[in-house]
């Protein structure tokens, strides 16, 4: 997809999401750096391209000195201003039937896959730094409505520490 790489955003541009977008926690595009920030529009691209919706998305890659393996984010509609969103490949996608999600689950899945439960039995049952998609598949998620309960507690800007506080609440009151 080189050739249709752009280092700024253009008219009929696609934002093409990296890692780097997101390295003060929150979604900073376009940014400045090495990697394009667009594709430049074309047949080819379409089937590389998910509608402006809401997804959780998954850091594949992590270094050892990173707090956790798994880091994930919310993407709202309200984030790019397009109506499509490319995701580079160092990206877990998760999605329905390559649409968005209702964004109270998305949410609750962000905080429960940035819990340090969860990244405890991450590193546990995976030695390397790396998150794929299998990976993802095999843990074993909240009920989908205890998912919605971490959802309507979940913020942006929420620390560490009231995301593990939600999950424990929230496991407290399915128990």
């Not at 905080?111 to 590193?123: A, E, G, I, K, Q």
């Amino acid at each position: 997809m080189k050739e249709y790489w752009l280092e700024n955003p253009a008219p009929g541009s696609i934002p093409l999401l990296y890692p780097h977008h997101f390295s003060t926690g929150k979604l900073q595009y376009p940014k400045r750096h090495k990697k394009p920030n667009a594709l430049r529009d074309g047949e080819e691209v379409q089937k590389w391209l998910m509608p402006n919706d809401c997804y959780v998305i998954v850091k594949r890659f992590s270094s050892k000195e990173e707090r956790r393996r798994v880091v994930a984010y919310v993407v709202s509609p309200g984030d790019i201003k397009c109506n499509q969103a490319g995701f580079e490949n160092h990206w877990n996608v998760f999605h329905h039937c390559r649409r968005g999600i209702d964004p109270v689950l998305a949410r609750g899945l962000a905080c429960f896959l940035n819990s340090t439960v969860l990244d405890r039995h991450f590193r546990i049952f995976s030695g390397h730094t790396q998150v794929n998609a299998t990976d993802l598949k095999n843990i074993k998620y909240p009920s989908t409505q205890s998912l919605r309960v971490l959802g309507e507690g979940f913020r942006s800007d929420i620390t560490q520490a009231e995301i593990d506080n939600l999950l424990r609440e929230t496991n407290e009151q399915r128990n």
